[in-house]
């Protein structure tokens, strides 16, 4: 019997739908994000700092997004939040067709994220916690997977909050891979995105913790619910688990139509998407 080649086992196992090329790329992507985002809040907190802090979360969150968009980019454009997803398709860079598609994904792809970390650091917690798994309290532990607001912050004020911090997102993602503009050399987007990252969660995180993707919250505090912090997560801050999820959508919107109105439809030779023969990447380049 002949030996079959690894080209012909590759052809045998490659996917030959785009959509579900693009949808497993954005579930893997959003997995690593939050998987090593969420670890280095995790190694923060249940080592009383000593591993961490800080400096080490915002630095720690932002290379986990520069990884993803490096895993992710080349198949769906490195999308990793349902926000992002949400401007591309409001400025006519991707079909809402995708949108579903691309929104379910990361949703799973936190959640198994939060369920890894979970995993991974399940006797640092039970030791950590007594095995009593709270959500407020000297061990409490449920913000190591999705953001609660300060005692003092209102709901209104931490709306605003996440809207304007979304919005600063999505108007330094749109400059970033924005061909007509500076521009970033190709294959350096997602350190670019990194650095806006640090600088997000330097001069906008001590409200809430600068969540600024639903996906990235949600998803994980949904798993926090199910895996034994019960339904405290949902009713802690006033109710709070909805302005991490509803705030940057709007914020999306905000940065993008600003980015737009004010920059990129002014260029003076916009440049059309690039495609290839298999399937388009929604990169967020200038229509």
Not at 15 to 30: I, Y
Not at 87 to 98: E, F, H, L, R, S
Not at 137 to 153: R, V
Request: aromatic letters at 12%.
């Amino acid at each position: 019997m002949a030996k079959r080649s690894p080209r012909d086992w590759r052809a045998n196992f490659a996917l030959k739908n785009s959509l579900v090329k693009e949808g497993l790329s954005e579930f893997l992507g959003t997995f690593v994000m939050v998987t090593l985002g969420l670890g280095c809040v995790a190694q923060s907190v249940l080592s009383r700092g000593e591993l961490g802090g800080a400096p080490v979360i915002s630095v720690g969150f932002a290379m986990a997004v520069t990884i993803a968009i490096y895993v992710a980019g080349g198949v769906s454009g490195g999308h990793i939040n349902p926000a992002v997803s949400f401007a591309m398709c409001i400025t006519g860079k991707m079909p809402w067709a995708k949108f579903p598609v691309y929104v379910l994904t990361q949703f799973l792809g936190a959640f198994v994220g939060a369920a890894a970390v979970f995993g991974i650091n399940y006797d640092a917690l039970m030791f950590y916690t007594g095995g009593n798994l709270t959500v407020t309290g000297h061990t409490g532990t449920a913000h190591i997977f999705a953001t609660y607001p300060a005692e003092y912050l209102s709901t209104t004020n931490g709306f605003a909050d996440q809207v304007i911090s979304t919005a600063f997102l999505l108007l330094g993602v749109f400059a970033i891979f924005d061909a007509e503009n500076l521009g970033v050399p190709k294959g350096l987007e997602p350190i670019g995105v990194g650095l806006l990252i640090i600088l997000l969660t330097s001069a906008m995180a001590m409200n809430s913790g600068c969540a600024m993707n639903p996906a990235r919250d949600l998803s994980p505090r949904l798993f926090t619910f199910l895996a034994g912090w019960g339904p405290e997560v949902f009713t802690a801050g006033n109710h709070w688990w909805w302005v991490p999820v509803v705030g940057p959508m709007v914020g999306a919107g905000f940065g993008a139509a600003i980015y737009m109105l004010f920059i990129e439809l002014h260029h003076s030779q916009p440049q059309p998407p690039q495609s290839n023969a298999t399937h388009d990447k929604y990169e967020l380049t200038s229509m």
